[in-house]
RNA sequence: GCCGCUAUCGUCUAGGGGACUAGGACGCCGCCCUCUCACGGCGGAAACCCGGGUUCGAAUCCCGGUAGCGGUACCA
């Protein structure tokens, strides 16, 4: 089995473009197949070698890996030309100046189904001499037989005038050269199948299989787009989201799995991966899912593993006693440092919190309490704190929300935040009762003399 | 317009003639847990596009309608 990915160099890995290289991967991987990565390149001025990287670097990131390529259809021209005069020569193709305009000339004379056909010249553009009876027909793997009839079908421009091949033509030539035996690409793509299936037959040659995926939309419907946010593995990427969970989520868009199990590493995905069973309906990409998901495997993650992601994401270091402490309550990489960054950079400032909290009755003197308890504790770690800390709650005889708020308010400057005893033991003693005794410093100066 | 495709909770889906009072997940609502926020647990509201067939029996098969989508380039 031999499969190939293809996706259009436009920079930006978009997320349906993802799912593609992921089915063509766990199609060639749980077969052990060969997987093809090939660069559509016959648009020369989008394949720039920035937006090439560009696609490779999100690829790997989804740990997607590819056994031959990246292969460029430029740097086939050569062999694309030898074909193009080979069915020039044998008649299967002619030349033509004929322009889309005329295509419309000839269908409001002779009908819109009626598909077009011209005059062989000596100059113009090549195009593919479609039989006039007869159907173009393939048994889709995921859509089941599909059929075009002839007579409705333009016959193909496969090469400009200047003699450069077009995709539909490449394309097929690259897939037969290859020995391509799979072609998994976008529902989009289905009308290009006939065209590319002529070119196997104008040289009697055995076309691969097809399946074409329905397309990923928008929550309104619509393609999928930046309108609805992140739209490509690029941007997933850079609001915080895991590999694992991308590869989770998209690959259970319209997979077809049996729904009693949703979390699966990339090799089970594999194992289980069967293309005749995907779904044909398009799929609305849902991020609030990917979401959840995403913290099922950041919450799987082993805590050493998380904060190396952790570091290089935020740049920052020494992060792993604050990762320990907050991976039960973020989704994403991005969540991490709002919830964690008084630890490093003192408390934040949210004055709503701070007034709210202290109004309360007895709120100060339960500070008060909790900082003489904090000096006496030794050692300084999270079970002698939270002793300390509820044997407070129970002398004052306090609701401990009423001793734990304050004190939270006081090292975090908010009212969320991780565990209490946890966050005070990471902070430890010195910067704690610096931070409580600020607290209390500025209430002081918010109400003089009572 | 023409060519092609699709149709189960808001969303992702299970279902491939009787096991369907239609199952699961996200989201939503309520309760529990609880130092906040989460996590977790329990419970709830929520769907077979419409109309005809076929059949003893249809979410499942057929036809029609409707709606949506893709394509319709000397783009990929």
Redesign the pocket.
Known sequence: MQVRFAP?PTGALHIGGARTALYNWLLARGQDGTLVLRI????RE?STPENVEQILDALRWLRLDWDEGPLF?SQRAQRHAEVVAQLLASGHAYRS????ED?RAY?QRLG??RGFRAEPERE??VRLRVPDSGATSFDDVV??L????NS?Q?DP?IA???GSA???FAVAIDDLDAGITHVVRG??????TPKQLLVFAALGADPPRYAHL??L?G?D???LSKRHGAASVQELRAVGYLPEAVDNYIA???A?????R?HFTLSELAERFRLE?V??????F?E??L??MN??WL?ELPVDELTHRLEQYTGRTELRSAVEISR????TLADFWPLVSFLFDGPVEDQQAFDKVFRRDGAVENLVAARDALAQVEPFGVAEVEKALRGVVERRAAK??NV??PL?VAIAGT????????SVAVLGREQTLRRIDGALARLKGAQPEG
């Open positions: 259009s559509e390149d016959t648009d989008r259809q100046t004929a322009t889309a295509v269908k819109a189904e113009g553009a859509r089941g599909t059929s075009f009839p409705s333009d421009v400009r005038a200047d077009l995709y539909n529902e989009d793509h289905v009308s290009n329905p397309l939309y929550p419907g619509r393609k259970l868009l319209g077809g799995f049996a729904a009693d949703e069973r779904s044909k309906n398009p799929a609305v849902d609030r899912k979401r959840h913290g099922e919450r039960e309550k973020i989704q401990p929300a734990f708020q939270r009212t969320v935040s991780p565990g209490i005893f946890e």
